[in-house]
């Protein structure tokens, strides 16, 4: 009995510590013509984030971070 708590324990945790660590994922998406795409720029601790916008001017893929994560340099998000 002891051991299934455990596992079910140690389960629990793995579970949540991936769904944690996918909030702040990198998305692409097509955009449409004239659409505005916004994100956060990362600063260093204790400066607020930049936003950067751009419009689309055709359809292409877009790499944007979610609303609620900032972009690092490259392809990688994290929270604000």
Not at 20 to 32: D, P
Not at 50 to 77: D, F, I, K, N, Q
């Amino acid at each position: 009995m002891a051991k299934l708590v455990y596992v079910t324990v140690i389960l629990l945790l793995l579970g949540f510590t991936i769904l944690q660590a996918n909030t702040c994922r990198i998305r692409i998406f097509l955009t449409r013509p004239g659409q505005r795409i916004c994100e956060l720029k990362c600063r260093p601790p204790g400066q607020m984030p930049v936003t950067e916008c751009y419009t689309a001017p055709r359809v292409y893929r877009a790499v944007a971070c979610p609303r609620h994560c900032c972009r690092l340099e490259g392809l990688s998000c994290r929270e604000r």
